[in-house]
């Protein structure tokens, strides 16, 4: 079974946009994933089309309508669909390696994408949408959100990376950053290539790297080491 994205959006042209080259859209020609688009604006019911208003109790901005966007999903993921639904929003839960995982285990998702202030609490809460966060910083639409998502999951799905073990060994995989690269040449102005890794001593050399993965993320990240890491 196909991994199925669904993305309601008012810019359904910015799909599948990146995600139409490269792995991603060798395996969307594959069929080892589906995309649909699918264009908020058809389910507003005024004449104008309107899908957004002004903000209950005033202030800046412009609101998506819980009604318009109720029907929307309602056409995209009907009762019985299987697939989460998902928010692009940066007051969601950060998403994570683990999270992207669960997501490309599962049959797909449905995923909205906010723009102007964000959409109507009472659409969050009438269809139970899981409100995913791709970082501390606020983007002015969820698609490039969607997009960072889809990547992220497509590149798990059987088939889609040539070479599955470089997928195990990655940062997060594991809880560390991942070590450092280095190709030829041998030397690259003045910096020689670490010894270690020219020396053939494959348990030499996963000591190494280990060692190193470890030290970048003491260094860098302390959050994925503590107690607790993020999930
Ligand atoms: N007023 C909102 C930000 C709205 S940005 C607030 O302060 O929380 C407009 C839309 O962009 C959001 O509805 C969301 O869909 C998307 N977006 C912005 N930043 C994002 C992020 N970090 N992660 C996921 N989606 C984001």
């Not at 993305?7 to 991603?24: Q, R």
């Not at 007051?91 to 998702?109: C, D, I, S, Y």
């Not at 994408?113 to 009438?126: H, K, M, N, S, Y």
Request: aromatic share 4%.
């Amino acid at each position: 079974m196909s991994f199925a994205a669904s993305v309601l959006t008012l810019y359904p042209e910015m799909f599948p946009g990146p995600l139409g080259l490269s792995l991603a859209g060798r395996a969307l020609e594959a069929g080892t994933w589906s995309l649909e688009a699918i264009q908020i604006r058809d389910f507003a019911t005024d004449r104008h089309r309107n899908v957004d208003d002004t903000p209950a109790g005033g202030g800046a901005g412009m609101v998506m309508r819980a009604d318009v966007l109720a029907k929307a999903i309602d056409h995209a993921s009907p009762p019985g669909d299987a697939r989460p639904r998902l928010l692009m929003s940066p007051r969601g839960k950060p998403l994570t390696q683990a999270r992207v995982r669960e997501l490309a285990a599962g049959p797909g998702a449905v995923i909205l994408c906010g723009r102007f202030e964000g959409v109507d609490q009472r659409l969050i809460d009438a269809r139970g949408l899981e409100e995913v966060s791709v970082g501390d910083f606020i983007l002015s639409g969820g698609e490039p959100a969607a997009l960072v998502l889809l990547d992220a999951v497509v590149r798990l799905l059987p088939g889609v990376m040539g070479n599955a073990v470089s997928g195990e060994e990655e940062s997060f995989e594991n809880g560390l950053l991942e070590h450092p690269h280095y190709t030829r040449p041998q030397e690259f102005e003045g910096r020689p290539i670490p010894d270690v890794l020219i020396s053939g001593n494959h348990r030499k050399i996963a000591e190494w790297r280990r060692a190193e993965a470890e030290k970048l993320t003491r260094e860098r990240r302390p959050d994925l080491l503590a107690d607790d890491p993020p999930r």
